[in-house]
């Protein structure tokens, strides 16, 4: 199948142009939104009166013939053409001759492909969305079933005050739910349609570029012929909604590998999805976990790609365009790869109450409520911070807790403490005081949130 721009030419083009210039191994993926594009084009053209019904009908059965074909086997995308919409107008044009060679009136690769990318980029996002939809649905479940497994909350790594295993996850929550409303704003702000803007400056056959964004189902034709054409904005939106998402995914990434290990011991995983060690008989390794903590940089330099690729191209088209495919759809296929991984991989660990509880207790990360308890009974908080200090330091000779002392040996160092300090400085009872919104005690509320997001 010779090129169909090559009449300009004398002479055929080098072999390993042929092979630098062709796209078809990324852009083979878009078939189906070529064919639909196209559809759309040729349904507009016959109702403008451009070209005739009959060609029409012949070139939409066409296509739809070629769809069909690709779809069960029976034609293969040819690895050696320039890219699949010439590949498929080539082949058109061999089924149906004449009215195949009017599909391209009106139209130019330029708006053609952005058009394409449009459409299998919206399909796309719809499909991340419901992962991580799905993923934060595995969140909300371990969350609501371990509302009572008491672990410490940190700062700089170090063990801060009581929280719950429920509270640390629905932080994770909200994380992805604004990954989700990222994408649904950046989809909205791509679903305007280039078809019409052809090479750059429109074109003079009387087309209704309104019609064909109807029938494509996008909000609107794009405003400027010339940033239709040009415009890869929404790529690298995607690319970067998807590089954010897995930003947080790192970061859970990072909890899950801690808390596995036997400094920490909070979280045991399924062996479905652990792996061991070639030498080493005791290693369970949570490699899960680690890849999509290392994949975090592939979809950053994704971004990166789609970024350094766009900053310096004058308008309208350029060839550098060709390379915005396959950055924007390694990005969103690797992170929905990782959310379908890591979403089960979330809801088979078992998490350890004990282990949890005994980090907490060894923190003293009771000790902001005993200087809250004496504050409350009438000393200076920056005196009762200094005693609290003072005993933090004593216990910790001692290897014991706040709670271990006895109450002989707290009122030696303030008659203030009585018995009810104990009640004061339990962890649970500490997690649960604090209950202004947002805070631990207020998990239901936050679980409430989750679900609405669920169920919208």
């Known amino acids: 199948m010779g090129n169909l721009w090559s009449a300009r030419f004398q002479t055929e083009p080098d072999e390993k142009l042929k092979a630098f210039n062709s796209s078809i191994a990324v852009d083979g993926l878009m078939y189906l939104e070529d064919i639909e594009g196209s559809i759309a084009h040729a349904t507009m053209l016959a109702e403008q009166g451009i070209i005739s019904k009959d060609d029409a009908d012949k070139i939409i059965a066409g296509l739809n013939g070629i769809k069909s074909d690709i779809q069960s086997g029976k034609l293969v995308i040819d690895p050696n053409a320039e890219d699949i919409h010439m590949f498929i107008e080539g082949v058109l044009t061999e089924r149906i001759g004449e009215p195949g060679k009017r599909l391209h009136t009106a139209r130019s690769r330029n708006d053609q492909v952005a058009t394409d990318v449009r459409l299998y980029l919206r399909k796309r996002a719809a499909t991340v969305m419901e992962d991580i939809r799905y993923f934060v649905d595995a969140l909300y479940k371990v969350a609501k079933a371990h509302t009572d497994f008491v672990m410490p909350g940190y700062t700089h790594l170090q063990r801060a005050q009581p929280i719950t295993l429920a509270h640390h996850l629905a932080a994770y929550a ?6 989700y409303s990222r994408f649904s704003d950046a989809v909205g702000r791509m679903n305007y349609c280039p078809l019409g803007s052809a090479a750059l400056a429109g074109t ?17 034709p794009t405003a400027n012929s010339l940033d239709g054409v040009s415009d890869r904005d929404f790529a690298a939106e995607l690319a970067f909604a998807a590089s954010l998402a897995m930003t947080h995914l790192s970061r859970l990434s990072e909890e899950v590998i801690m808390w596995c ?51 310096g191209l004058p308008l309208a088209y350029n060839k550098d365009l060709q390379e915005d495919k396959e950055a924007v759809f390694d990005a969103l296929k690797t992170l929905s790869d990782c959310l379908e991984i890591f979403a089960p991989m979330m809801l088979s660990g078992r998490f350890n109450r004990e282990n949890m509880l005994n980090a907490a207790k060894k923190g003293f990360i009771n000790a902001t409520d005993m200087a809250d308890y004496l504050t409350k009974k009438g000393m200076p908080f920056r005196s009762a911070y200094k005693l609290v200090g003072g005993l933090v330091f004593r216990a910790q000779e001692k290897d014991i ?56």
């Open 401 to 456: 807790g706040l709670e271990d002392f006895s109450l002989e040996e707290l009122k030696e160092l303030s008659p203030l403490f009585d018995s009810d300090v104990y009640s004061e400085i339990d962890l649970y009872n500490c997690v649960m005081k604090r209950s202004s919104e947002g805070g631990p005690a207020d998990i239901e509320r936050q679980l409430k949130h989750i679900e609405e997001f669920l169920n919208a």
């Open 204 to 220: 003079t056959y009387p087309i209704n570029r309104q019609r064909t964004a109807e029938l494509l189902g996008f909000t609107a």
């Open 174 to 179: 909200e994380m992805f739910m604004r990954d």
């Open 261 to 311: 290990s036997w400094e920490f011991k909070f979280l045991e995983l399924d062996d479905a999805f652990a792996t061991g060690s070639s030498i080493m008989p005791q290693k369970k390794n949570p490699d899960v976990a680690e890849l999509v903590r290392g994949k975090t940089g592939r979809v950053y330099g994704d971004l990166i790609t789609l970024l350094t690729l766009i900053k």
